[in-house]
Protein backbone atom coordinates (compact mmCIF):
# COMPACT_ATOMS: atom_id res chain seq x y z
CA UNK A 1 0.00 0.00 0.00
CA UNK A 2 0.83 3.37 -0.40
CA UNK A 3 2.75 5.38 2.76
CA UNK A 4 -0.50 6.76 5.02
CA UNK A 5 0.81 9.14 7.59
CA UNK A 6 -0.65 7.98 10.53
CA UNK A 7 -3.33 10.91 11.52
CA UNK A 8 -5.38 11.07 14.97
CA UNK A 9 -7.61 13.39 17.07
CA UNK A 10 -9.69 13.63 19.37
CA UNK A 11 -13.23 13.57 16.89
CA UNK A 12 -11.55 10.95 15.41
CA UNK A 13 -13.86 7.79 15.16
CA UNK A 14 -14.59 5.21 12.60
CA UNK A 15 -16.74 1.80 12.61
CA UNK A 16 -14.57 0.54 9.53
CA UNK A 17 -12.96 -2.75 11.66
CA UNK A 18 -9.74 -4.38 10.08
CA UNK A 19 -9.90 -7.20 12.29
CA UNK A 20 -6.32 -8.54 13.11
CA UNK A 21 -4.92 -6.76 10.67
CA UNK A 22 -1.92 -4.30 11.58
CA UNK A 23 -1.30 -2.20 8.91
CA UNK A 24 2.51 -1.99 8.11
CA UNK A 25 4.29 -1.07 5.06
CA UNK A 26 4.11 -4.03 3.07
CA UNK A 27 0.47 -4.35 4.16
CA UNK A 28 -1.34 -5.05 0.56
CA UNK A 29 -3.98 -3.91 -0.85
CA UNK A 30 -5.06 -7.20 -1.11
CA UNK A 31 -4.51 -7.88 2.58
CA UNK A 32 -5.90 -4.42 3.40
CA UNK A 33 -9.22 -5.42 1.07
CA UNK A 34 -9.67 -8.82 2.50
CA UNK A 35 -9.91 -7.12 6.20
CA UNK A 36 -12.02 -4.86 5.52
CA UNK A 37 -15.00 -7.45 3.55
CA UNK A 38 -14.40 -9.52 6.97
CA UNK A 39 -14.98 -7.63 8.89
CA UNK A 40 -17.68 -5.09 8.22
CA UNK A 41 -20.73 -6.49 6.69
CA UNK A 42 -21.70 -2.91 5.04
CA UNK A 43 -18.88 -3.46 3.08
CA UNK A 44 -19.60 -5.22 -0.50
CA UNK A 45 -17.66 -6.01 -3.17
CA UNK A 46 -17.19 -3.50 -5.61
CA UNK A 47 -17.21 -0.43 -2.61
CA UNK A 48 -14.52 1.52 -2.21
CA UNK A 49 -12.37 3.24 0.67
CA UNK A 50 -11.37 6.22 -0.26
CA UNK A 51 -8.58 7.97 2.12
CA UNK A 52 -8.11 11.59 1.60
CA UNK A 53 -5.43 13.60 3.13
CA UNK A 54 -5.25 17.19 2.40
CA UNK A 55 -1.87 18.30 3.98
CA UNK A 56 -0.71 21.90 4.09
CA UNK A 57 3.18 22.39 2.38
CA UNK A 58 3.97 25.10 5.00
CA UNK A 59 3.82 22.84 7.62
CA UNK A 60 3.44 19.29 7.69
CA UNK A 61 1.61 18.61 10.94
CA UNK A 62 -1.55 20.32 9.92
CA UNK A 63 -4.18 19.90 7.48
CA UNK A 64 -7.66 17.27 7.11
CA UNK A 65 -8.32 14.03 6.61
CA UNK A 66 -11.41 11.83 5.91
CA UNK A 67 -11.91 8.63 5.17
CA UNK A 68 -15.18 8.24 2.72
CA UNK A 69 -16.75 4.25 2.07
CA UNK A 70 -18.20 4.61 -1.75
CA UNK A 71 -20.94 2.24 -3.56
CA UNK A 72 -21.71 2.39 -6.77
CA UNK A 73 -25.46 2.20 -7.49
CA UNK A 74 -27.85 2.20 -10.55
CA UNK A 75 -28.93 6.05 -9.76
CA UNK A 76 -25.23 7.04 -9.49
CA UNK A 77 -22.60 6.72 -6.64
CA UNK A 78 -23.24 6.54 -2.90
CA UNK A 79 -21.24 8.19 -0.56
CA UNK A 80 -21.00 7.50 3.17
CA UNK A 81 -21.69 11.33 5.48
CA UNK A 82 -18.50 12.67 6.35
CA UNK A 83 -16.29 15.66 7.87
CA UNK A 84 -12.87 16.52 7.45
CA UNK A 85 -10.46 16.22 10.73
CA UNK A 86 -9.02 19.05 10.65
CA UNK A 87 -5.44 19.48 12.62
CA UNK A 88 -4.84 23.29 12.40
CA UNK A 89 -5.06 25.85 15.44
CA UNK A 90 -6.35 28.52 13.12
CA UNK A 91 -9.36 26.78 12.00
CA UNK A 92 -11.02 27.64 14.90
CA UNK A 93 -10.63 30.98 14.80
CA UNK A 94 -12.26 31.29 10.95
CA UNK A 95 -14.74 28.45 11.36
CA UNK A 96 -17.43 30.10 13.65
CA UNK A 97 -20.94 32.02 12.57
CA UNK A 98 -19.19 34.99 13.40
CA UNK A 99 -16.06 34.73 10.95
CA UNK A 100 -18.48 33.40 8.49
CA UNK A 101 -20.89 36.56 8.37
CA UNK A 102 -17.31 38.52 8.57
CA UNK A 103 -16.93 36.80 4.67
CA UNK A 104 -20.07 37.19 3.27
CA UNK A 105 -20.00 40.86 4.00
CA UNK A 106 -16.89 41.26 2.83
CA UNK A 107 -18.10 39.64 -1.22
CA UNK A 108 -20.90 41.82 -0.66
CA UNK A 109 -23.30 38.97 -0.09
CA UNK A 110 -26.87 39.00 1.53
CA UNK A 111 -29.42 36.49 2.48
CA UNK A 112 -32.13 36.57 -0.12
CA UNK A 113 -35.57 34.77 1.31
CA UNK A 114 -36.64 31.72 -0.46
CA UNK A 115 -40.59 31.82 -1.03
CA UNK A 116 -42.72 30.03 -3.42
CA UNK A 117 -44.74 32.94 -4.10
CA UNK A 118 -42.08 34.71 -5.68
Known amino acids: MPPVQRRSGSDTL???SL????LTPDTTVAQFSLAVMQSNSLYLPGDSLLYLDALQSADPATGAF????????????QASPQRLIV????????????????????????????????
Open 66 to 77: VWIHTRPAPEGL
Open 14 to 16: TDT
Open 87 to 118: HNSLFRLYNSDTALARALRSYGARPVPVSPKE
Open 19 to 22: GNLQ
